[in-house]
C-alpha cells in the first residue's frame, strides 16, 4: 500500500536495517566459508555463528514480513516511473522469498543436531540424508540468488541517489 508518508515508520526502518545486517552477514561469510574449502575451528566457530544468529533471527524476520504487509509505504513522489516501482516491488518480494527459503533449507539440510548460542540443542528436522544433501544444494544456489538481488538492490540505490533521487532517505532517520 503506497500513500502520502514519506518515510518508513521506525519500526519498519529497526527491521530493515537489523536484516541487512543479519543478511549480508549470513549470506557473504557463508559463501566464503564454502569458497575456502577444508575444515579449521574458525570456520567451525563462524558456521556455529551463523546457524545461531539466523535461527534467532527467523521470528524478528517473520515480525518484518508482517509489518511491511500492515504498514503503509512511502510513495516515490514522482522519483520513479510505474515501471520502476513494480520492478522494485518484485525484487523486494523475491528477496523476502528467498530469505524465507534460505531459513527453511538452512534449518532441513541440518544432518545432525545444532546449538543455538549454546543455549538450546534442535535435533535434525530429516533423519534422510539424500533429503538433508538436497536442502543443502537449495539453500547454496538460493544464497547465490540473493546475493545477486542484494548487488542488484545496494546498485539501484546508489543509481538513484547518484541521479538526484532521494530513495534512501525514506529508509534513514
Same mark, same amino acid.
Given at each position: ?11 519498519? !526502518? ?8 543479519? #543478511? ?6 557463508? +559463501? ?6 577444508? !575444515?579449521?575451528?574458525? !570456520? ?13 533471527? #527467523? ?5 518484518? #514480513? ?13 522519483? +520513479?516511473?510505474?515501471?520502476?516501482? &513494480? ?9 523476502? +522469498? &528467498?530469505?524465507?527459503? &534460505? ?21 535434525? +528436522? ?25 548487488? &542488484?538492490?545496494?546498485?539501484?540505490? #546508489? ?15
Amino acid at each position: 500500500m503506497e500513500t502520502s508518508v514519506t518515510k518508513f515508520d521506525t519500526l519498519a !526502518k529497526v527491521l530493515h536495517w537489523l536484516s541487512a545486517i543479519v #543478511i549480508l552477514w549470513a549470506t557473504f561469510s557463508g +559463501l566464503f566459508l564454502v569458497a575456502v574449502g577444508g !575444515k579449521s575451528e574458525w !570456520k567451525l566457530l563462524i558456521s556455529e555463528f551463523n546457524v545461531s544468529l539466523t535461527t534467532v533471527f #527467523i521470528p524478528i524476520f517473520c515480525v518484518r #514480513i508482517i509489518h511491511a504487509a500492515r504498514t503503509a509505504r512511502p510513495c516515490y513522489q514522482g522519483e +520513479l516511473s510505474a515501471a520502476q516501482i &513494480l520492478c522494485v516491488r518484485y525484487v523486494h518480494i523475491t528477496m523476502y +522469498l &528467498l530469505v524465507m527459503l &534460505l531459513f527453511i533449507s538452512g534449518l532441513l539440510m541440518m544432518r545432525s543436531e545444532f546449538q543455538v548460542f549454546r543455549l538450546i540443542t534442535i535435533p535434525p +528436522l530429516i533423519e534422510q540424508t539424500q533429503v538433508s544433501q538436497f536442502f543443502s544444494w537449495v539453500h547454496q544456489y538460493v544464497s547465490y540468488l540473493l546475493t545477486a538481488l542484494i548487488i &542488484l538492490h545496494v546498485f539501484a540505490v #546508489i543509481i538513484h541517489q547518484r541521479a538526484g533521487k532521494k530513495i534512501l532517505q525514506r529508509m534513514l532517520w
